[in-house]
């Protein structure tokens, strides 16, 4: 079965789809070895790994587009793909879909924020603005018309929570202009909405008030658990900073401990051993190749 096809059952059959941030294949093989659903390929991750920078839209669509499709390359469950605000216009849009379709993900989401983008979390940085509902709208309505498989996902995200400070999202009740953006999106064809929710009530209202099947997210700004998209009935969530932020935190704390002892035993129980990395990127299947295809 496509991994198109096998993303569009499991958000369909009623459970959450659990999507698991990786930054590249190594760590996308460690999560599908985990036992999660499905990868996601997020700007956040992929701009600190690739290029030790905050998420500030210094990524080429390129680049992104290599490192997914050697995501989906490397593992068997589907791969879900930031392509930011579709790199350009409409037009533009469509090639980004075209693009990213044929390099074996599952899905992409595209944001209604205008260019260029920034993470709206990032201490000190300036608000995002967005573009007007109706060109979201046509970028959504060009996504559709490039795929060509039914089965691709195109999930759009309204990041009007990144324009301003929280004070003024609560204080000028902001969440129903989400709301009011997420619906035309869904109207204009978007397979999914992806929403971003701070804590458990938003979570159910907006379920209660987005008419589609809804993307959430848990990460540090929105530290909500898993069961709670479960028990809310979200077809998917995404843990966008857990495969980055652990590997930071195990590779600082082994580097740390390598400095202060300069004996590389000593930090033996920091690090996976030679079965564990063997197992991961596939050894045995390549010792096989050279067997059955008899190359010295």
Request: charged content about 25%; glycine content about 8%; overall charge negative.
């Amino acid at each position: 079965m496509k991994t198109t096809a096998s993303l569009t059952q499991q958000m369909q059959s009623g459970k959450t789809v659990v999507a698991i941030g990786a930054y590249d294949a190594f760590s996308a093989k460690i999560v599908e070895q985990a036992g999660f659903d499905a990868i996601y390929v997020g700007s956040y991750a992929t701009e600190a790994a690739a290029h030790g920078t905050p998420d500030l839209a210094l990524m080429s669509k390129t680049e992104r587009l290599w490192i997914g499709r050697n995501v989906a390359k490397a593992v068997e469950i589907p791969v879900i793909i930031d392509a930011e605000e579709g790199y350009g216009n409409a037009v533009a849009v469509m090639d980004t879909v075209r693009d990213f379709e044929a390099s074996g993900v599952a899905g992409i989401h595209l944001d209604d924020e205008a260019l260029p983008s920034k993470c709206p979390f990032l201490p000190g940085i300036p608000r995002n603005s967005l573009i007007s509902t109706d060109e979201m709208c046509g970028k959504i309505e060009a996504a559709v018309k490039a795929k060509s498989d039914p089965d691709f996902q195109i999930i759009a995200r309204s990041d009007v929570i990144g324009t301003v400070t929280l004070e003024q999202y609560y204080a000028d009740n902001m969440m129903e202009r989400v709301v009011e953006r997420s619906n035309a999106y869904a109207e204009a064809g978007a397979d999914a909405i992806f929403v971003m929710a701070l804590n458990e009530r938003e979570l159910q209202y907006f379920k209660r008030e987005i008419q589609a099947p809804l993307v959430g997210i848990f990460a540090t700004v929105e530290p909500i658990p898993i069961s709670a998209f479960e028990e809310a009935g979200y077809p998917l969530v995404i843990g966008s900073l857990v495969g980055i932020y652990a590997a930071g935190k195990g590779l600082l704390r082994a580097m740390s401990k390598l400095r202060e002892t300069r004996d590389w035993n000593q930090i033996t129980d920091d690090m996976i051993n030679d079965k564990e990395f063997f197992e991961i990127v596939g050894v045995e299947h390549y010792r096989s190749c050279y067997t059955d295809y008899r190359i010295q």
